[in-house]
């Protein structure tokens, strides 16, 4: 179990490119099983969950190249269709073979991806979708075996705008008969990516980043070539890093846009950002101001994936913040390890009372999520002393050489 060490106190500054989105990638390789031939994807960060996903490919039959970035898998002699259970295990997003397999290969056999680290995340709105496909799925000793002949297109309406589901069902449309419709989608930008992926390999998809998105069913698929966007939330993650420890930092490789939500409630915590074409500059304020209300809510709303860090932000600011984390019930594990370094936290269910505090103390904490991982990282380095963070397996499934960028930026950070 790998573990960081941080000596607090140190400005965060200077400049740094964002690499590619995690969450763009998962979906997007999955999607490669799809055209039966060569693709080839840029600005792949180096991440756990990017290996598993290269394992489960080559499991599949799949020959995956990757170098310096660049990801180059041929799904040609794709033979295979069961996910191996233990990388199912490792990484609950496989579930997103579902529909990429159904559509290509007409089975697939993956393990039920149990609870994780942030809530039990079912997976029942993308089983009745696909099922409203056409889909045969039995759920069996732990396993789900699906089969389809031919997935049809039809008018599907999601409970809820989850990321996952639309993206399986946008998966699984590509080859369906007709056109299928999915309503309430979800809106990130991560499924705008995917919709741009898919149609450079000839798929016909259209209005993500919208809440309705069509697809119409295709009979053959072309190789593809495609640059990931940047990670909207490894960025605001350095945001935070610098705002916590009253630095100043120039981000390259970045889309405003995405972080609108963001933005909006760094400003209102007192810090200057000055936006360019694909770059940014944030100056922290000497004192963070109290952020009134943070809500976590689907794109474009505030992102659950950042409620963690803007937590520990607010550790340190001159009054009290109310925060709601609507995504995902039980992802509040960080709280606690933030009152070790003295914070004052009260959480309730699904709200948590943050008073700002003078100052963070170094302690021994341990990271139970990735974002909550990387919230633990923020405060070690504005804490007094030094930080040990236990597990830090976590953080390296979504963060690339976390420890090497912000020792450049000027933190004392560690790997043991
Ligand atoms: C994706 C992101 C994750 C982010 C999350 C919310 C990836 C690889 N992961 O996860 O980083 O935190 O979006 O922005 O892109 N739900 C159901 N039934 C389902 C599916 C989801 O009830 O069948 C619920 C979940 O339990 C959760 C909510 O919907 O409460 C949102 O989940 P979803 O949007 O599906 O998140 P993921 O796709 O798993």
Redesign the pocket.
């Known amino acids: 179990m790998g573990k960081l060490i941080i000596d607090g106190g140190n400005r965060i500054g200077g400049e740094v490119r964002v690499g590619g989105a995690k969450?763009s990638v998962?979906p997007i390789l999955a999607a490669t099983v799809l055209n039966g031939g060569i693709n080839v994807v840029h600005d792949i960060p180096k991440l756990l969950d990017v290996d598993i996903m290269e394992k489960i490919l080559t499991a599949l039959g799949c020959s995956v190249k990757r170098e310096n970035g660049t990801i180059v898998v041929d799904s040609k002699d794709l033979t295979e269709h069961e996910i191996p259970e233990e990388l199912v295990r490792q990484m609950r997003?496989s579930i997103i073979f579902l529909g990429a397999m159904l559509s290509r290969f007409g089975k697939v056999k993956v393990s039920y991806p149990g609870g994780c680290e942030i809530?039990?995340?079912?997976?029942?709105?993308?089983l009745k979708s696909l099922r409203e496909m056409g889909a045969k799925i039995e759920e069996k000793h732990g396993f789900l075996n699906c089969e389809a002949t031919k997935l049809r297109g039809c008018d599907i309406q999601l409970d809820?705008p989850?990321?996952?589901?639309t993206e399986n069902i946008m998966l699984a449309g590509v080859f369906a008969e007709g056109t299928t419709i999915i309503r309430n989608a979800?809106r990130?930008p991560?499924i705008i990516d995917l919709e741009n992926f898919l149609n450079a390999m000839g798929a016909r998809v259209s209005g993500a980043g919208t809440a309705t998105i069509r697809v119409e069913g295709v009979e053959k698929l072309y190789d593809v070539e495609h640059n990931i966007i940047p990670d909207r939330i490894v960025a605001s993650t350095y945001l935070v890093a610098t705002a916590i420890t009253k630095g100043e930092i120039v981000l390259k490789n970045v889309i405003h846009e995405h972080l609108q939500s963001i933005l909006y409630k760094l400003r209102e915590s007192g810090c200057i950002i000055q936006t360019y074409n694909h770059s940014l500059k944030l100056i922290a304020p000497k004192k963070i101001k109290a952020i009134e209300s943070i809500r976590t809510l689907?794109y474009p709303g505030y992102?659950?994936?950042m409620q963690a860090q803007m937590m520990t932000l607010m550790t340190l600011s001159d009054g009290i913040t109310i925060i709601t984390e609507n995504?995902?019930e039980n992802r509040y594990k960080h709280a606690n390890e933030l009152v070790r370094m003295g914070a004052n936290i009260k959480v309730d269910g699904r709200i948590a009372v943050v008073k700002g505090v003078p100052k963070l103390s170094g302690a021994t904490v341990m990271a139970h999520d990735l974002r909550g991982g990387a919230a633990l990282i923020l405060a070690g380095l504005a804490a007094e002393g030094s930080t040990i963070i236990e597990n830090i397996k976590h953080i390296e499934r979504g963060y690339e050489n976390i420890d090497g960028i912000l020792s450049l930026l000027g933190a004392k950070i560690k790997k043991m």
């Open positions: 969450n998962l997003s809530g039990p995340r079912p997976i029942d709105l993308h809820f989850s990321v996952g589901a979800a990130e991560e689907p992102p659950t994936d995504i995902f």
